[in-house]
Every structure is written in C-alpha cells, then in structure tokens.
C-alpha cells in the first residue's frame, strides 16, 4: 500500500539494537515502574534527522487535506458569528482546539463571564486530559518548558498516530528519541497546517459559502483512521459502541458527550479483551 | 483598546493557557507515577473510541437531533468512504471519492 496508511504495527521495536516485544516491555514496566533518564538538554537537530521525524510527518500530511477543510471551516464560522475579525484570527493561530473555541464564541458575544467561559472550554478539553495520562510515558523526560510546548500541540490526531505506534514502544529518552521523533514530524505539519487553514477561513470567509459542506471532509479524514488504524477487531468494536454512545449522548452540555463515550469505549474494550482472554485458556 | 476589547483578550490568552495546561495535565509533573496496568490496558481503546465518538455524531445527526429523513448525503457518502478506506487503505482516496458523492448528494437533496 504505497500511498496509504499505515496500518497497525506488529508490535516489535527495535531499540538500539535489541528486539523487544511489547509484553516483554510491560511486564517489566509493571514490575518495576523505572524511570527514563531525563534529557539534560535536547538535541534538536538529532531529533529532526530521526527517520520516525520524517515518518511522522509523512503520516500527518496524509491527514492534513481533510483536518484543512475541517480548520478552514472552523475560521468561517468564527468570523461569521460577529466576533471582531482580530478575535477571530487571534483564536485561529493560537487556541488551537477548534471545539473549545467554538464552544467559546457564544459566550464570548453574550459577554459571559471569565470563569464560565474558562470552565466551558476546561470541560470541552477534557478529553484531551484522558489522552495526556498516556502521552506521559514519552513526555516526562523532557524538560517542563517543552513539556507544556508538546501539551500545546497534542491535538487528536498527533495524540492518535502517535499513540498508536509508539503506545507499547519503551519511554522516551535520551537514548530513545523515536517516539518523540515522529511526534514532532507529526506535530509540526498539524500546527501549521491547521492555524494557516483556520486563519485562511477568518479571512476567506465571505467568499465561501457555508453551505458547501467542505468540513465533511474533516469527517472523512477522521473516519478513514478509524477504519485503518485499529489495531483488532475489539477495538474496533469498542470504538463503534463508543460512537453510538457519542450519539446518543450528544446533548450532554459542555460537549461531556465525547469524554463519557471514550469511557465506555475502554470499559466495552476492556470486557471484550477479557472475554478473549477467557476463550483463549478455554481452548487450551 | 476599550474595556471590551481586553475582555475579549484576556478570554483568549485563558483558552490558550487551558489547551496547554489540559493537554498537559498528566506530565505537568515529573514525579514517579505508574499508570495501574488495568487502565493502561484500558486505555489502548481510547484513540479509537475518542475518533469515533467525534465522527459519528458529525455523520449521523441532523442539526445535533436526531435523523428525520433519510434522503441526506451523509448517509451514502460515509460508508462508501468507508469501505474505500477499508479496501484501499488510501486516506487521499477516500477524502476525494466521500466529497464527490456528498457534494452533488447534497446539491440535489439539500
């Protein structure tokens, strides 16, 4: 598949050499939670000539066409709500959370108060809280200041490519810079590629009609990952209730909608790797 | 720059300061901590969840409620753009062949 998508990994990482298997790897971590060597100082240039640097980023470019139309269309609807355009372009280039800074513009032309609208996007962002837990194994060597930069811009889709191949791969390090890497190859392509669209869209906005549609194609990105990128059929089953409970929970205010479906994603995972598990020692 | 033109800065450097502190949440701090390994299994399902919890409400209802009628492009385009996904495993494919049955779809019906 040349010019396709990655799909899941065979989970084997070869790390300085020596092969690991993923079990291997978490049995150990389980035994012993051990500590990554922290980074005294970071080697930029070492970090952006890593091939996973160049793999990141090739595997973000595929998604930026779909995640553009989605940023662009985001910057529309900003600068059409009546907001002033400073604001408007302020947000594109720097919230960089395109549901929160949606959630944030009615409150923002009703004037509500600072608390509200900071709580309103604290609870839209929760999600983005869950995925940080499992960033932390590849974050916590590196020094606080780049800590916050790469919590900036672990947006969804950097946060689910890199999860999904670096998940099971050993803490990030000194000695381990791939994770990180293709992090940054991701995360780079996403930031610019996301705020020139959605500032693009603050600026276009009069010239493209609304009723175009164009975000659908945000939709379709996004869908053509979850179709390519679950690693089993239990996750991607665990997925499907997810987005039925999505649905069905649509209403709950701050958009909580989103974070009460990836609960019930893990807790239906959970009970189908179980169930595996029991089938498999049954077979034996 | 008047009362309301701070206001309406202010407010916006919090939403920055909150994507960062948000998204940073668990590696704010670099003191020891294992994630318990149940959740850690757990949360292996998470990515997935959270991509289909953010794509099928935006395919599946009409204005945040629920489908009234059928005759809407969504319906046709999302699967086939699935299925091309699936066969094709060809993210630039399914972008073009999903926009080129919604588009017209959406023309026709409205």
């Known amino acids: 598949m040349p010019h396709g998508l990655t799909a899941a990994k065979p989970r084997l990482w070869l790390d300085n050499g020596r092969v690991t298997s993923s079990t291997e790897t978490a049995d150990h971590c389980d035994a012993r939670p051990e500590l990554a060597p922290r980074f005294a100082s970071l080697d930029w240039s070492a970090l952006w000539r890593h091939p996973e640097r160049a793999q990141g980023t090739r595997e973000m470019v595929r998604v930026m066409p779909g995640l553009m139309a989605w940023a662009l269309v985001t910057g529309m609807v900003m600068a059409k709500s009546g907001l002033p355009t400073w604001v408007a372009a302020l947000m594109a280039v720097s919230v960089f959370a395109a549901s929160a800074q949606l959630s944030a513009v009615p409150l923002l032309l009703a004037g509500a108060p600072l608390w509200v609208i900071w709580l309103t996007a604290a609870c839209v962002n929760l999600r983005f809280t869950i995925f940080s837990a499992q960033m932390r194994k590849h974050m916590v060597a590196l020094p606080l200041r780049w800590r916050l930069l790469a919590g900036y811009l672990t947006a969804d889709v950097p946060y689910v490519l890199t999860v999904q191949r670096h998940g099971d791969a050993p803490p990030a390090g000194p000695d381990n810079l791939a994770p990180l890497a293709y992090f940054l190859g991701g995360v780079v392509v996403n930031w610019t590629g996301w705020s020139l669209s959605a500032l693009a869209g603050v600026w276009f906005a009069a010239w493209i009609p609304a009723s175009w549609g164009l975000g659908f194609a945000g939709a379709l990105a996004l869908l053509a990952l979850l179709v390519n990128l679950s690693k089993d059929g239990r996750t991607f089953a665990a997925a499907v209730v997810a987005g039925a409970a999505a649905t069905a929970l649509f209403g709950l205010p701050y958009k909580l909608y989103i974070v009460a479906a990836v609960a019930v994603g893990v807790v239906v995972g959970l009970t189908l790797d179980g169930w595996s598990r029991a089938r498999q020692e049954g077979d034996l | ?110």
């Open chain 2, 1 to 110: 720059m008047d009362g309301h033109d701070l206001y309406l800065l202010v407010a916006v450097l919090g939403l920055v300061v909150l994507s960062v502190v948000c998204r940073s949440a668990f590696f704010l701090s670099d003191r020891e901590w294992a994630m318990p390994s149940w959740l850690q299994a757990g949360l292996r399902h998470a990515p997935m969840a959270a991509l289909a919890a953010v794509v099928l409400p935006e395919v599946l209802l009409q204005q945040g409620q629920w489908p009234t009628h059928l005759a809407d492009a969504r319906f046709v385009a999302a699967p086939l753009a699935a299925l091309w996904a699936w066969w094709r495993k060809d993210m630039m494919g399914t972008i073009i062949l999903g926009m080129a049955i919604f588009l017209p779809l959406k023309a026709w019906w409205g």
